[in-house]
């Protein structure tokens, strides 16, 4: 809850509730006591007397002013302080130390209005009008105090524009001031308004008002025509009625008001009397040329009524002419001489000089390019001329440096031994024969240790295979996955369904188990997965899958890629733009060439080799094994031995058993090895399915 605390009445109190003290009652009734009290006598000058009234007696003017002071505020003080006269104005503020050019104050922070108020005429005066200035704080300030300066005038009528005795105070010139202090028990917004200054026609004025502490000012500078132009007798004569008013709707004029409170543009504000009437008020810019004294229509503006005010964007530092008319019944802005029924409108004029250039920056952008438009391309080309040549010197100069790259041999010492395992399918004798050559060429060529099934399962006794595939998985940085015919078919979800690879070797094939584990790897990280493994083709391989393609591993054709693949292995740079040199010999890569040659000269003699390796899996049939090394089986009895030695053309025991005598139970347990068969004999498998937890026996047949 706030008080409002006017300024200028005597009987406005702060509100019931508030105390009241004798010192503020005396305070108040000071500063009203020399227009209570006491009547000046009636001057020979009217302008002296004006003069007077303003620089040597404490006035009552202050009657738009208003304080918001909080309910709890109990100080006798009162919680402002006026500076009624210009001498103690001045005083105040040449206290402050201002600089002459203060900054603009920030928007939102102070508003400065100028509206003119008409005083008809009295026993004393005649009709005259004041201006009425307001300044409203909105945020905390200390001090508001505005100066009224004259510019211009066009007689010796205006007092303040007068070289008086009067103006001067201590010897110094001083303009008319006004100011209020206020204490910190002060609610805003508050406003300070004095409407005792006189405003003379076609005079043109500056208001500059300051702020403290933030030492900022704000300035407007004030204009206005003729008395009768812009209060019309009709208009504020109280003797006449309504409907003279109405039926001849009087010309006017209004004042012109321009606010510099904004650094990119100004306001052009308009006053009037409170009963004018208007549609539009229109404003008309032109700015004049110093050097040919030539005067240039610049924009037109309008105003729509009840609005006074409009923004005018954009000046560059100048001198501008200001016109501003109300169109009332038909008027004109401007008659020709000779024309007949033509109103030419009122207009109030008003000279501008703006100082500096309040623009934005893309006004500051058109401006430029308008100005310096042939300039502005000729620089343009020349830069992109500029720049498209040095665009192709350095495509050349890349091109060059690339040549020299590729004709430049480095030699890459391969320091790091790196173990990879060979992921294939066992298509045929041939196609194994090219993976061998891969392997040989990787111990020999790539400084690797290739991990190959075919030595690491059937040279080595007592493997597991599914144990020894998952654990090169776990442990092995690099896979080499080799794609071939039967590859491809295990790959295929569908057709593995129906159809598997028939063995052929003493271990199942390892390369579904192995693929899925590995797509498995690469779908969970698949930006590691491609330095870890490596597709390879041969030149008879199909085209890598495309539920294998889709994982965009790298992919080499062999042998004529081997180095690449090399470089890989070694985590070195493999791709398009490196030139790398085969590091085999050209003996192994005629070999390797030969052995792919041959796989392809097998496929065109049995175009349908593919038949008897992918079969069904409820056709398929049990294959030959053929192991280099012996077999050892265990017997515990004479009649299982005499069976196997049968069975299996094996030799006989030492003692035969009648076949009237039961069989001993002997604890003595007997060896036999398995001899190789004769070399060139077909090969079959049998499998005998024996009581569940006894050994199960693979024999070569005679």
């Known amino acids: 809850m706030s008080q409002l605390f006017p300024i200028n009445l005597l009987t406005s109190f702060p509100s019931k509730g508030c105390p009241t003290s004798f010192f503020f009652i005396l305070f108040v009734f000071f500063l009203n006591f020399p227009s209570i009290c006491s009547s000046p006598s009636i001057p020979f000058n009217t302008s002296e007397y004006v003069l007077r009234e303003v620089f040597q007696h404490k006035d009552q003017c202050y009657k738009d002013s208003f304080v918001y002071v909080k309910e709890a505020y109990t100080s006798k003080s009162s919680p402002f302080v006026v500076y009624s006269t210009t001498k103690e104005c001045s005083t105040y503020l040449n206290e402050q130390d201002l600089s002459e050019r203060l900054p603009s104050c920030p928007p939102g922070l102070i508003d400065l209005a100028v509206t003119p108020t008409y005083?008809?005429?009295?026993?004393?005066?005649?009709?005259?009008?004041?201006?009425?200035?307001?300044?409203?704080?909105?945020?905390?300030?200390s001090t508001l105090v505005f100066r009224l300066q004259c510019l211009h005038a066009s007689d010796g009528s205006d007092v303040y524009c007068s070289d008086m005795k009067d103006m001067y105070i201590n010897g110094v010139k001083e303009w008319p001031c006004r100011g209020i202090h206020l204490s910190t028990a002060v609610h805003h917004p508050a406003r300070f308004s004095y409407a005792c200054f006189r405003l003379?026609?076609?005079?043109?004025?500056?208001?500059?008002?300051?702020?403290?502490?933030q030492k900022c000012?704000?300035?407007?500078?004030?204009?206005?025509?003729?008395?009768?132009?812009?209060?019309?007798?009709?208009?504020?004569?109280?003797?006449?009625?309504?409907?003279?008013?109405?039926?001849?709707?009087?010309?006017?004029?209004?004042?012109?008001?321009?606010?510099?409170?904004?650094?990119?543009a100004v306001w052009i504000r308009l006053g009037k009397a409170s009963n004018a009437e208007c549609d539009t008020i229109n404003v008309h810019i032109y700015q004049e040329h110093d050097d040919n004294k030539v005067i240039k229509f610049l924009a037109a503006l309008t105003v729509k009524c009840p609005e006074n005010s409009i923004k005018w964007d954009d000046q560059e530092a100048g001198t501008y002419l200001l016109t501003a008319y109300v169109p009332i019944?038909?008027?004109?802005?401007?008659?020709?001489?000779?024309?007949?029924?033509?109103?030419?409108?009122?207009?109030?004029?008003?000279n501008l000089v703006i100082w500096e250039d309040r623009v934005s920056m893309s006004w500051r952008v058109v401006k430029t390019f308008h100005d310096y438009g042939i300039q502005i391309f000729i620089v343009t080309a020349l830069l992109a001329l500029i720049l498209i040549i040095l665009f192709f010197v350095g495509i050349y100069m890349h091109y060059r440096k690339q040549k020299a790259n590729a004709n430049r041999v480095r030699q890459i010492q391969l320091d790091t031994f790196v173990k990879a395992m060979i992921v294939y399918a066992d298509d045929n004798e041939a196609h194994t024969n090219c993976v061998k050559l891969l392997v040989d060429n990787l111990k020999h060529c790539a400084n690797c240790e290739p991990i190959f099934d075919l030595e690491k399962l059937i040279?080595?006794?007592?493997?597991?295979?599914?144990?020894?595939?998952?654990?090169?998985?776990?442990?092995?940085?690099?896979?080499?996955?080799?794609?071939?015919?039967?590859?491809?078919?295990?790959?295929?979800?569908?057709?593995?369904?129906?159809?598997?690879?028939?063995?052929?070797?003493?271990?199942?094939?390892?390369?579904?188990?192995?693929?899925?584990?590995?797509?498995?790897?690469?779908?969970?990280?698949?930006?590691?997965?491609?330095?870890?493994?490596?597709?390879?083709?041969?030149?008879?391989?199909?085209?890598?899958?495309?539920?294998?393609?889709?994982?965009?591993?790298?992919?080499?054709?062999?042998?004529?890629?081997?180095?690449?693949?090399?470089?890989?292995?070694?985590?070195?740079?493999?791709g398009s733009n490196v030139n790398i040199t085969q590091n085999i010999s050209k003996r192994r890569i005629t070999e390797w060439t030969d052995a792919v040659e041959h796989q392809k000269t097998l496929f065109n003699v049995n175009p349908n080799w593919l038949e008897t390796r992918w079969k069904p899996k409820d056709e398929q049939e049990v294959m030959?094994?053929?192991?280099?090394?012996?077999?050892?089986?265990?017997?515990?009895?004479?009649?299982?031995?005499?069976?196997?030695?049968?069975?299996?053309?094996?030799?006989?025991?030492?003692?035969?058993?009648?076949?009237?005598?039961?069989?001993?139970?002997?604890?003595?347990?007997?060896?036999?090895m398995l001899a190789p068969p004769p070399v060139g004999d077909d090969l079959e498998v049998e499998e005998e399915e024996e009581d569940e937890g006894s050994d199960t026996i693979v024999a070569f047949d005679s």
């Open 119 to 141: 005083v008809g005429k009295s026993q004393i005066s005649y009709p005259y009008a004041n201006l009425n200035i307001s300044v409203t704080a909105h945020s905390p300030v």
């Open 200 to 213: 003379t026609s076609y005079s043109v004025y500056a208001i500059n008002a300051t702020v403290l502490p």
């Open 217 to 264: 000012r704000i300035s407007s500078i004030v204009t206005s025509p003729h008395l009768d132009e812009i209060f019309p007798p009709s208009l504020v004569d109280p003797s006449g009625s309504e409907k003279d008013i109405d039926s001849t709707d009087p010309y006017w004029s209004p004042m012109i008001s321009v606010d510099f409170s904004e650094e990119q």
């Open 329 to 350: 019944r038909g008027c004109k802005f401007f008659c020709e001489p000779n024309s007949r029924g033509c109103k030419q409108c009122l207009r109030t004029h008003l």
């Open 459 to 574: 040279t080595i006794e007592q493997v597991v295979p599914s144990r020894w595939l998952i654990d090169q998985l776990s442990t092995l940085s690099k896979f080499i996955i080799v794609i071939s015919h039967c590859a491809e078919k295990i790959l295929d979800a569908e057709a593995s369904e129906t159809h598997r690879l028939v063995q052929s070797r003493p271990f199942a094939d390892l390369f579904e188990p192995a693929m899925n584990i590995i797509i498995r790897d690469i779908t969970q990280n698949p930006q590691e997965a491609r330095k870890k493994y490596v597709i390879v083709r041969f030149g008879y391989s199909p085209q890598v899958p495309a539920n294998l393609a889709i994982l965009q591993l790298p992919t080499f054709l062999l042998p004529d890629e081997f180095g690449r693949l090399t470089a890989f292995l070694h985590d070195l740079e493999y």
């Open 624 to 672: 030959n094994l053929q192991r280099a090394v012996p077999v050892v089986f265990t017997y515990k009895t004479d009649e299982e031995r005499i069976a196997a030695s049968q069975r299996y053309n094996l030799l006989p025991p030492s003692a035969e058993i009648e076949e009237d005598e039961e069989p001993e139970t002997s604890n003595n347990e007997t060896t036999y």
